[in-house]
């Protein structure tokens, strides 16, 4: 709306600027190594920061370009196609491996940063591949069908209790995201009255389920 992008270019733009965030946020977090809860505290601030800008922008775009941008931010599958499909499959094909070949650190990581150091694990290393990794493919599928919500939130617990926490959880919370969006996308489409965007369902039945997990969390003092 800013730039007059359309198409592909507002693909290339969300993939960078997702990267950029990322990499903003990291810095500003970088303090003597990545504390998880000051990575999470100032990521929240840049999201309600950029939020607002979002809003500004909103507040005075044309109606028609308000419609086209919230049908977008929503989270939708209407309108994918096979062109959209293509520069995810590639961003699989090349990010995948870079992650599963840190699985093994990753699981270590849970165990806490000094235990994982002193397994061999290089911490700081390991994260900023992780984070990378993870927000390059989050990128390239928001490009395509906007930011569908609580998918990555729901994934990893989900899988968590289908499989069980022992060893990495990267390729079954993968699977689990996957089935959750095309079930919720059908759903959408066809278990209502009226046809509702992908995103709206996730949302939906994806916040009740973070907050049985927060209580559940907190009841015995373990984690999501």
Known sequence: M?????GAGVSVFAIVAGLGVALVIYLL????????????????????MLHSITSHILDRAATWDHQEAMRWLTGSLNGAGWGATVPVVVA????TPLLLGQA??????QLGDDTASALGVRVDRTRLLAVVGAVGLIA???AASGPIAFVAFLSGPIAARLVG??????????LVGALLVLV???CGQFAFGTRFPVGV????????????LIIRSNRVGGSL
């Open 2 to 6: 800013v730039l007059s992008l359309d």
């Open 92 to 95: 699989l094909a090349l990010i």
């Open 104 to 109: 093994g650190n990753l699981s270590a990581l």
């Open 184 to 186: 919720a996308d059908f």
């Open 140 to 142: 390239f599928a928001t």
């Open 29 to 48: 977090s970088y303090k003597d190594g990545v504390s998880g809860t000051r990575l999470i505290l100032i990521g929240i601030g840049v999201a309600a």
């Open 165 to 174: 926490s022992d060893g990495s959880l990267l390729v079954p919370s993968a």
């Open 201 to 212: 369902v996730t949302g939906v039945l994806g916040a009740p389920y973070l907050v049985y």
